[in-house]
């Protein structure tokens, strides 16, 4: 995969958010807590972030790259967690910045990011986390799409290699096709990772269960014990056993 200084966030969302969405978030955390400690002692977590950066999520590419700029200053707070921006967008353009150890450098990387037209490339994210972890561990991706317009066989094996290796993937679905709800939906599956779709209406919920997975990737419960100011990380630690 070839190597950038610069990454990406997300975009497309319209219905409000219901009753059936924040169940859906709730259902999220409680696969979440299912999760054991994501890190050792006295090691720093390393979290993959990729973001479909294809012409459909143009709509609201601005209010992702504020929450995940707000993502990535309270992971900064947290610490103990090393971040790689992977994005794809084009005919064949995927890339992955270097690991950064002050996340709050991320958000002027996702700044010189724009959308372009192309096909997904979720395929390419998976192998790139695979190679990642059997270089030094990965405790989890984050993936944050609105499509799939890729073999759902390929994508669910590559899940599966993550999920045999300890890489779960927390999917963030924007929007409601339900093409890539099944995709997405198996990736987190196989992978022993978490599901959730989020909108522009629940995009504060959306911020909520970043930092609570950069928490979790940082220091697994004890670092999730210390954001307590933040309800869906003490929802979080509620479920985890």
């Not at 709730?26 to 994501?38: S, T, Y």
């Amino acid at each position: 995969m070839a190597k950038d200084r610069t990454p990406a966030p997300t975009a497309r969302g319209q219905e409000p958010a219901s009753s059936s969405s924040r169940n859906e978030i709730d259902a999220f955390l409680n696969q979440v807590r299912a999760l054991g400690p994501a890190t050792g002692a006295g090691q720093r977590g390393r979290l993959i972030f990729a973001l479909d950066a294809t012409m459909s999520r143009q709509p609201l590419w601005d209010t992702a790259c504020k929450l995940q700029g707000d993502m990535f200053r309270e992971t900064a707070a947290i610490g103990g967690l090393d971040v790689q921006l992977v994005y794809f967008r084009g005919l064949a353009e995927c890339r992955a910045s270097r690991w950064v150890s002050d996340a709050r450098q991320l958000g002027a990387l996702m700044e010189k990011i724009d959308c372009r037209g192309g096909h997904t490339q979720i395929r390419k994210v998976l192998a790139h986390a695979r190679q990642e972890t059997e270089q030094r561990k990965v405790q989890a991706l984050v993936l944050v799409g609105d499509a799939m317009e890729e073999p759902i066989d390929d994508l669910c094996a590559a899940a599966g290699e993550l999920g045999l290796l300890g890489v779960p993937a927390f999917v963030f679905q924007e929007g409601h096709d339900p093409v890539a709800e099944q995709a997405f939906r198996e990736i987190a599956r196989l992978s022993k990772g978490a599901y959730s779709r989020f909108d522009l209406s629940s995009a504060h919920q959306l911020a909520e269960l970043l930092r609570a997975v950069a928490a979790y990737a940082a220091g697994g419960m004890k670092a999730l014990a210390n954001l307590r100011a933040n309800a869906t990380a003490v929802k979080l630690l509620e479920q985890l056993r």
